[in-house]
């Protein structure tokens, strides 16, 4: 059983796009995540969702929104697309709590053209 | 600030040897806790150990250990008997408790490769 998943693996598209990436777990987790993996492989946070209660990043430009239906997902649209927006996109998940390590799902790679 | 700092960008060991990937870490917090995940080529991020600021010994999980040496500031990872599975980057990361948003701090990341 796959804890967090994310769709698609693979996202090539155009400049000024628009796009979305979906992200399940089915830990019971209370808290989900997503970040942004440059080409250097650092890893940076975009977002944080607990209980339905969004913490956004301030650093993170308005073309970026999540999405949480309920808390078992996390989506993350992504308006005009630019070309620095190509990196790999991480959703993750932890239960609140000491230790609370955080679960990744495998990755989606945006390519923008 | 909060800060997470992995000095070695790369690094290559012979299989089967030992391997210290070193981290340090600031915060004024007392109660906080040091993370060590793993990326293979492949691409997801695997958790490998946790330690607690107040944890008296440190974490161990099956080779892997955690060298926590709380005056220096240090949380090092430690790798016994290296296989060529280990080759990976390796990140280090911190949670204090002023983050109400479980929000992890993250070094740069550490290449290892494992030459056979």
């Known amino acids: 059983d796959t804890a967090v998943s994310q769709t698609p693996k693979y996202l090539v598209t155009q400049m000024g796009n628009d796009k979305s990436i979906k992200c399940e777990q089915n830990l019971g987790h209370d808290t989900m995540y997503w970040y942004k993996q440059d080409s250097k492989k650092f890893l940076k946070i975009m977002f944080s969702?607990?209980?339905?209660?969004?913490?956004i990043n301030e650093t993170v430009p308005n073309r970026f929104s999540p999405k949480s239906p309920d808390k078992a997902h996390l989506n993350l649209h992504i308006n005009s697309l630019e070309l620095g927006d190509s990196a790999v996109y991480f959703c993750?998940?932890?239960?609140?709590?000491?230790?609370?390590?955080?679960?990744f799902g495998p990755g989606t790679r945006l390519t923008v053209t | 600030a909060q800060k997470i700092t992995q000095t070695q960008p790369g690094m290559f060991v012979q299989e089967k040897e030992a391997v210290t990937l070193d981290c340090t870490y600031d915060t004024s917090d007392q109660s906080y806790g040091l993370f060590w995940y793993k990326q293979p080529s492949s691409g997801e991020m695997i958790f490998l150990i946790y330690q607690g600021s107040y944890d008296e010994q440190n974490a161990t999980e099956g080779r892997y250990s955690l060298n926590f040496q709380k005056a220096r500031k240090s949380a090092n990872l430690v790798i016994s008997a290296s296989q060529l599975g280990d080759s990976a980057m390796y990140f280090c990361a911190m949670r204090d408790s002023m983050d109400s948003n479980y929000q992890l701090i993250w070094g740069a990341g550490t290449k290892l490769i494992i030459k056979p």
């Open positions: 969702y607990n209980n339905k209660e969004l913490i």
């Open positions: 993750a998940s932890s239960q609140g709590g000491t230790p609370y390590e955080q679960y």
